[in-house]
């Protein structure tokens, strides 16, 4: 099996190191809260281009495939792959290397968090390779350690150590690359279903429609006891602010695992000052994800004649 002289540019194109040898393939990581990335998003078939459709270096936050064998004319992602609750799956017999740039490359300050926070949730992908401006440094997806990184000359470092080499060497990350399909001497496919990598984690399983609702209450009991929210369909982990009618309550809800939020938030008298209606909005501060739910806030009760 050879690489296409176009998939090496593509590779290059982003300054990704590979290292040789035989490499132990990963299983899939636990469903842990880990911190968000500065970015969600969700990753779809609509996204990936072929690079026969790039010419010179890719654009900021791209995501660019290089089929080993060369079909004769551009295809989509979906000849290669299939995208389904899991998240990405090679097809049986497809091997091809996945290339993404990041929108808001990292530098400076930003390195020893975007190095630190790496973690991913994939099945059978056997390495993932971190592109910076000073080379590649590639790592095997492990399920719960830390990642240890190796770079083109197979000098390893961890964590840690590859933040100081590369905040010395004023390193800036630019993306990251894999080889995701079936590899034929083992009948493997790949899934991917997370990727936090750089400042973004990037999710492969299909992008859910985030709900609100919240209860009924009244004025007297909406500042100090407040009103249960509710809400779905936003990234694991990531905070959601709540506001009212636009405006800020100084509240914010920690999604779980599976996205969801719910919790009790207080409402000040300026924010509700009389009774009715208001729009309740749960906003997801690192994917943008946003739902709305009508608050009703009634009148205080009044007992005796």
Avoid: K
């Avoid at 590779?11 to 393939?25: D, K, S, W, Y």
């Avoid at 910076?132 to 961890?158: H, L, N, Q, V």
């Avoid at 007297?220 to 959601?240: D, H, I, K, L, Q």
């Amino acid at each position: 099996m050879r690489t296409s002289t176009r998939l090496a540019a593509a590779l290059a194109a982003v300054a990704i190191a590979t290292t040789a040898g035989a490499v132990t393939p990963s299983t899939a990581q636990a469903a842990t809260c880990t911190p968000p990335a500065a970015t969600i998003r969700w990753v779809d078939a609509n996204d990936f281009v072929e690079d026969l459709s790039v010419t010179g270096t890719p654009a900021a936050g791209s995501w660019v495939f290089s089929p080993f064998h060369e079909p004769p004319t551009v295809r989509t992602i979906t000849a290669y792959a299939t995208f389904g609750p899991d998240g990405l799956t090679t097809l049986t017999g497809s091997l091809f290397a996945l290339t993404h740039t990041l929108e808001h490359p990292v530098s400076g300050a930003g390195l020893r968090t975007a190095v630190r926070d790496a973690s991913f949730d994939v099945t059978n992908l056997d390495s993932i390779t971190l592109a910076t401006s000073e080379g590649g440094f590639t790592t095997i997806p492990r399920t719960g350690t830390s990642p240890t990184w190796t770079d083109s000359a197979s000098a390893t470092y961890t964590s840690a150590q590859l933040t100081t080499l590369l905040r010395r060497q004023h390193a800036t990350i630019t993306g990251w690359s894999t080889v995701p399909g079936d590899q034929r001497f083992s009948g493997r496919n790949s899934t991917l279903s997370r990727i936090t990598l750089g400042n973004e984690t990037d999710l492969f399983t299909p992008e859910p429609t985030a709900t609100a609702s919240a209860a009924t209450t009244t004025q007297s009991a909406a500042t100090p006891r407040g009103v249960v929210v509710r809400g779905s369909g936003y990234a694991p982990c990531e905070r959601v602010l709540v506001t009212v009618n636009g405006r800020s309550t100084g509240s914010t809800l920690t999604a779980s695992t599976d996205g969801s939020v719910s919790g009790n938030v207080r409402l000040s008298s300026s924010l509700v000052p009389r009774p009715g209606t208001y729009r309740l909005d749960l906003v997801g501060q690192s994917s943008g994800q946003t739902a709305s739910a009508e608050l009703v806030v009634r009148g205080n009760r009044h007992h005796g004649r």
